[in-house]
């Protein structure tokens, strides 16, 4: 909902970064809806974490955030 998709447009992207920069905000990390817990998915997945790891650099994230698979119990 708020709009940080990948295929963000640069100019958003910059104003966005800029809007953080400039209020004191630090953008502590970008949530992706990646999830590497289906081997099927993995590679679209993939491009997805590339995608996103380029938006989290367009925004000032230092980091992004994706799944991975359920631990298993023991």
Same mark, same amino acid.
């Given at each position: 909902?708020?709009?940080?998709?990948?295929?963000?447009? =640069?100019?958003?992207?910059? /104003?966005?970064? #800029? $809007?953080?920069?400039?209020?004191?905000?630090?953008? @502590?990390?970008?949530?992706?809806?990646?999830?590497?817990?289906? =081997?099927?998915?993995?590679? /679209?997945?993939? #491009? $997805?974490?590339?995608?996103?790891?380029?938006?989290? @650099?367009?925004?000032?994230?230092?980091?992004?955030?994706?799944?991975?698979?359920?631990?298993?119990?023991?």
């Amino acid at each position: 909902m708020h709009g940080i998709e990948p295929g963000l447009a =640069p100019d958003r992207a910059r /104003a966005i970064r #800029e $809007l953080a920069e400039s209020t004191g905000i630090k953008i @502590a990390c970008l949530a992706t809806s990646c999830v590497y817990a289906n =081997p099927e998915t993995t590679p /679209a997945n993939i #491009e $997805l974490t590339r995608q996103c790891v380029d938006l989290a @650099a367009a925004v000032g994230a230092p980091c992004i955030r994706v799944f991975g698979a359920p631990s298993e119990k023991s």
